[in-house]
């Protein structure tokens, strides 16, 4: 079992920053994937950042390479994503995941990680 826990949302102007927060829990932090994902009213959910410690691993979504940066403290068992320049089309609920099968992959697949925090609001305001 593995418990996520998102923290760092909120309201910011465009152009602003933002770091979220996953605090995890349960099983050995580092060797599963850990991903970003969001999802818009209206809209499906989209793969944002995704990081393998393990396999030095990291990927991101074409829609936020440059602005973000997913990072990882093993030692508090924490992943973070760094935004920056945000955009209204940022907008969204942003959801932490873990894959703890990934075998060192990344994958962008929402269906692929097995587990879910409750989501953290990120609204960019124009």
């Known amino acids: 079992q593995v418990q996520l826990v998102e923290s760092g949302g909120g309201l910011v102007q465009a152009g602003a920053s933002l770091r979220l927060s996953c605090a995890a829990s349960g099983r050995t932090f580092s060797r599963y994937t850990t991903g970003w994902f969001r999802q818009a009213p209206g809209k499906e959910r989209e793969f944002v950042a995704g990081?393998?410690?393990?396999?030095?691993?990291?990927a991101y979504a074409d829609s936020v390479e440059g602005r973000f940066t997913i990072s990882r403290d093993n030692g508090k068992n924490t992943v973070y994503l760094q935004m920056a320049s945000l955009k209204p089309e940022d907008t969204a609920v942003y959801y932490c995941a873990a894959d703890i099968n990934a075998l060192g992959l990344v994958h962008s697949r929402g269906d692929a990680y097995e587990y879910w925090g409750q989501g953290t609001q990120v609204t960019v305001s124009s």
């Open positions: 990081i393998n410690w393990s396999a030095g691993r990291i």
